[in-house]
């Protein structure tokens, strides 16, 4: 039984228990309805509705929309609650989310605990509410905050629920503050769906719309909730909601629902293996070497979850730097609102800065963020590996190098994993967790832990150059040179990566993070490169101008005064220099054609990826291209776009750009061998 009713002195207690989160399906909602209908039978003086596990309700079962709905429908159910003659109390713990939010809504009073959270967070799974959310809302709480809520998905804490007007009251025991009601007050509420519709505001409507294509351009729900709440201004209530559910449900069977839900529990799923469980080491302690931007993020990550940090720096200079760098990130969480001056200085007392190696002994893990150099990185493992406790678990950051070669001289190898953070790592969700050849159980263990602990999305990779993530972004920017020396021009490369979803193209985003890294890593791979592979001199070219990205006041755009981009003519040039030295004639591309290079290169690369078990499964690369790399959330990462293609048809494109360049556009045998069998990406298991 999903819904548990019981009555005591006229007072209806209905439970809503489906753990863990109380998801609204079929058997709830039918439960739901039968509670109704028993409360009216036994007349009582009111019901309170509250949920069992300390959560109200996550929503609508979103693991049943692949499936057609069935009866009965949850605004059905709804109208049944806000329409009864006893008035039903919603007293919410936890979350009220969705489908749980537009229960809470239909109620006649709404009561919170002081740290539970409502909202319509509906459009991250790429629907709109679908029970009546974008009618009851802004008759509540004004179109405004509707508005904002409904388009953005955000969910809010009890005290700003209750100044918006959309809970009555915030008590530590809702359900015991339901009972006290009293009932005449209470039969003097107005069920929701007789009060006013908010009157139409043309200029906000104007607003959130412009808002919405800047800072959500290509997402399809946002506007349509947008939308739907305008049109329901202008029509009876329950007209307003059929015009919403026939939205929602189609919306529901579109592939932007399909790819975000995708992703939805894709992140779920990105846990720790079963075998893993119970052997990670609680991390007290940890020291970070080097607190360069990225050790001062994963320091500051650290911290912020509770752990003591010791940031490891070589001298006095490097302490300075580091100090700098953490001061940075505090002054930036301080002014965007995310942290206090109390927070902060919390925060800072976590925070130890030393060139002592002896410091780092106590620590139970250590992270070393140092330059990406071998023998660098080497000699700090060692360093570490004498001073640690021997069970400490001992992690580099490295974005490229090999390490197996880094971990064997050590006494021990076992200990080392790979923890590749993302900058800035204190944001960004993505943790690649890289397995040695020798990488013990409890050292991925630990770094799977650590990923929990700091909220991250924790995706397993094998030892090959890049790992994941990097390995697919060095194709991408191979792709877009060739485009870029044949014919176009970084910036119509960037628009048309825009146009795709990415919030910047690759040449912007390398301007950002400096071209100088990829250069270095290029020279890293000369003397290993395949000769037969076509080599594209132009980025060599932008370090030899000293153009080295934002940092130089200009990389492969100019940056006047250190201020917006603009597009350089000589950077242009330089392509149509080496096109004519290397007797290329160039053509023109259509955004289209760059965009199917782009992403039929990384396509093809993660494939190869796939299939060496460098990742463990497509879900995983779709993890990582999202949450690492800035693919379009809403086309549910490269690999699910992929197969929304057809891996069929990506072959046979493949198989066209390969008639020009054999090597570089040579089809992966993982594509063909999934084309033959006619299976997708996702269900496709490498041969190993
Ligand atoms: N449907 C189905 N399963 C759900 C779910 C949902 N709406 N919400 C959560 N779950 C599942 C998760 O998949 C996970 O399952 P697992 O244990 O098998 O992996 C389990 O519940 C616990 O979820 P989390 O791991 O996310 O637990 P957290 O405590 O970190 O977060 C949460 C809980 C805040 C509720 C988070 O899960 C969440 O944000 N859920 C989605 C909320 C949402 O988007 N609701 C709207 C649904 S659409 C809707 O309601 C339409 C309506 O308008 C008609």
């Known amino acids: ?156 804490g009890a005290q700003e629920a209750c100044s918006a007007g959309l809970v009555h009251t915030v008590e530590d025991d809702p359900i015991e503050a339901a009972f006290l009601v009293n009932s005449e007050a209470l039969g003097c509420i107005v069920p929701t769906w007789e009060y006013h519709a908010p009157a ?92 360069g931007t990225m050790g001062a993020g994963i320091a500051y990550a650290l911290v912020s979850s509770g752990v003591q940090v010791t940031i490891l720096e070589a001298d006095a200079d490097g302490l300075k730097r580091a100090e700098d760098n953490i001061g940075k990130i505090i002054a930036a969480s301080l002014s965007r609102g995310m942290i206090d001056a ?62 197996n070669e880094m971990a064997a001289p050590l006494m021990d190898p076992t200990r080392v994993i790979g923890l590749h953070f993302f900058a800035p790592a204190h944001i960004m969700k993505l943790l690649e967790i890289v397995q040695g050849a020798q990488s013990s159980d409890r050292a991925m263990a630990t770094g799977y832990a650590l990923a929990k602990r700091l909220g991250k999305v924790p995706v397993r990779a094998g030892v090959c150059d890049g790992f994941i993530g990097n390995r697919i972004l060095a194709r991408y920017r191979e ?36 071209l100088d890294i990829a250069y270095a890593n290029r020279q890293r791979q000369a003397a290993t490169r395949d000769p037969n592979r076509r080599y594209v001199p132009i980025a060599d070219r932008m370090i030899e101008l000293g153009k080295l990205g934002r940092k130089t006041g200009a990389g492969w755009y100019r940056y006047p005064g250190g201020g917006g981009k603009v597009e350089d003519p000589i950077v242009a040039d330089l392509a149509i220099e080496e096109a004519h030295f290397s007797g290329i004639t160039r053509t023109d591309y259509s955004s289209q054609e760059i965009r199917q290079r782009l992403v039929l290169a990384m396509i093809n690369e993660a494939a190869d990826i796939l299939d060496a078990g460098i990742a463990q499964s497509a879900g995983d690369i779709d993890l990582v291209t999202v949450f690492g790399y800035g693919f379009p959330r809403w086309r549910g990462g490269l690999m699910h776009y992929a197969d929304s293609l057809g891996v069929e048809k990506i072959v046979a494109q493949l198989e066209i750009l390969a008639q020009e360049d054999t090597v ?19 269900e496709a298991r490498p041969m190993r």
């Open 1 to 156: 039984m999903q819904v548990t009713m019981r009555s005591e002195n006229h007072i209806g207690y209905v439970t809503l228990s489906n753990p863990p989160v109380n998801a609204i399906g079929q058997v709830l909602r039918m439960g739901l309805l039968e509670a109704v209908r028993w409360a009216e039978r036994g007349r009582l003086d009111r019901v309170i509705v509250s949920g069992a596990g300390g959560v109200f309700a996550a929503g609508a079962d979103a693991k049943e929309f692949d499936a057609a709905p069935q009866e009965p429908h949850l605004p059905e159910v709804l109208n049944a609650i806000d329409e009864s003659f006893v008035p039903w109390i919603a007293a919410i713990e936890g979350v009220a989310l969705g489908g749980g939010a537009e229960i809470a809504m239909a109620c006649r009073m709404r009561i919170m605990a002081p740290g539970a959270r409502i909202g319509l967070p509906e459009v991250t799974l790429g629907v709109i509410p679908g029970a009546g959310g974008t009618a009851r809302l802004p008759r509540l709480v004004g179109l405004q905050k509707a508005v904002e809520m409904i388009t953005t998905g955000k969910p809010i």
């Open 200 to 291: 139409h505001d043309a200029d906000l409507f104007r607003m959130a719309r412009e808002n919405l294509q800047a800072k959500m351009p290509g997402q399809e729900a946002p506007v349509r909730a947008l939308a739907v709440i305008e049109a329901g201004l202008a029509l009876p209530f329950h007209a307003a909601l059929a015009h919403e559910r026939q939205v929602f449900l189609e919306l529901k069977t579109g592939s932007q629902s399909k790819a975000l839900r995708h992703l939805f529990f894709a992140q779920r799923a990105a846990k720790a293996p079963a075998h893993l469980k119970g052997a990670a080491l609680e991390v007290q302690h940890a020291v970070v070497v080097g607190g």
């Open 342 to 403: 109390a927070r902060a200085a919390d925060l800072r007392s976590r925070l130890t800065l030393s060139t002592e190696y002896s410091q780092a002994a106590t620590a139970q893990l250590a992270i070393e963020a140092a330059f990406e150099d071998m023998a660098v990185k080497q000699e700090i493992l060692g360093k570490l590996d004498a001073v640690l406790s021997a069970d400490a678990v001992l992690a580099t950051n490295t974005s490229y190098l090999d390490l």
């Open 479 to 514: 792709a877009a040179d060739t485009v870029f020396m044949d014919g176009s021009t970084p910036w119509e490369v960037d628009d048309a990566m825009v146009e795709f979803g990415y919030a910047m193209g690759p040449y912007e985003a390398q301007d950002l993070s400096g």
């Open 664 to 682: 570089a556009w040579k089809v992966s045998p993982f594509l063909r061998r999934c084309a033959d069998a006619g299976q997708s990406l996702a």
